[in-house]
């Protein structure tokens, strides 16, 4: 069982990049999913969360406005397309799902699967 994310890259501000995550070994279609972030020396933080229904959708302040969580259930697949990008998002990227349905719960980044990271690097 694993969450495979990509999208990841160089991309210079103001600019697009669009996340993916792809679950494979079971289905996720019942798991509320989300996005972290990490980057050196800091802890890992909450950046998106979508429910299993993709009802109820919950963003960090920081990126509110400019990035939108999605899900394909019929790719057991969560996306995360990043607008207006800023030198301070750069981070490593992480995916992650867990059957918990409240999304403050999940944002708390106590799930049961991560996805290894995908880097994302905003050029000033």
């Known amino acids: 069982v694993q969450l495979q994310a990509s999208g990841g890259g160089l991309v210079q501000a103001g600019g697009s990049l669009r996340l993916s995550c792809v679950g494979s070994g079971r289905s996720f279609n019942m798991d509320s999913m989300a996005w972290f972030r990490q980057t050196p020396g800091k802890e890992r933080e909450f950046v998106a969360a979508?429910?299993?229904?993709?009802?109820?959708?919950f963003y960090a302040n920081s990126v509110k406005g400019r990035f939108t969580i999605s899900r394909d259930k019929s790719k057991n697949s969560v996306y995360l397309q990043m607008n207006s990008l800023k030198p301070e998002d750069t981070a490593v990227y992480y995916c992650?799902?867990?059957?918990?349905?409240?999304?403050?719960?999940?944002?708390?980044?106590?799930?049961?699967?991560w996805g290894q990271g995908t880097q994302v690097t905003v050029s000033s």
């Open positions: 992650a799902a867990d059957d918990v349905p409240r999304l403050t719960e999940v944002a708390r980044g106590v799930v049961d699967y």
């Open positions: 979508i429910s299993w229904s993709g009802g109820s959708i």
